[in-house]
């Protein structure tokens, strides 16, 4: 899953979602050097990674794009799986997304100083542009893919994944809402197991 989700499934405390939201920058034991809240995040980052990549919906989604970008197309289901989530924010979320991800962006310049160093230069840009309220819409999410185009040098041709998503939206759609139940109620047992744990 991409930023969107995984603030989102860290729950209400603000180091689990710092930690969740910046845990790739972060390398096997070296979590150790965060906070406990940080700690927390970054592990259940690391579960919600590891299931998805298993989950047979999230695979039906990539098979989708596999012939046209190989091993990009994980990466690409992630990004369309966050945009189905802002786009279906009201679905999961009471508060309203421009809203939410304002309170989000606060939590990260309150804390900027504990930011792994990667996610310290990003997020000043991140804040910017408004990357997460922008994925609930199809040109933001092209802005993304374009960026991550380019950062693969043109080899991975993710530009052009947009059509694909609206060529298939229903189906999409259709494989995020059943994908993303199960993630909230295994990200949910997780993060009660993570927190029982360290208050052990």
Known sequence: MNFLAHIYLSGDNHLVKIGNFSADAVKGSHYLRYPRDMQIGILLHRFIDDFTDRHP?????????????????????????????????????PQPLGEYVSE?????????????ERFQYLT?????DNWLLSYANIDGIQRVLNGMHRRTKGRSKMNEATEELQMHYQD?????????????????NKLIELQTLYDT
Not at 65 to 77: D, H, M, W
């Open 57 to 93: 919906t999230f695979r039906t989604s990539k098979r989708r794009l596999q012939p046209k970008y190989g091993l990009y197309s994980g990466v690409i289901i992630d990004i369309f799986y966050d945009h189905l989530l802002a786009k279906n924010w009201n679905r999961y979320h």
């Open 104 to 116: 989000f962006y606060g939590i990260l310049q309150d804390h900027f100083e504990l930011l792994p």
């Open 124 to 128: 000043p840009f991140m804040i910017e």
């Open 172 to 188: 999409f759609e259709r494989d995020f809402f059943t994908f993303f139940e199960a993630l909230q109620n295994s990200s949910e």
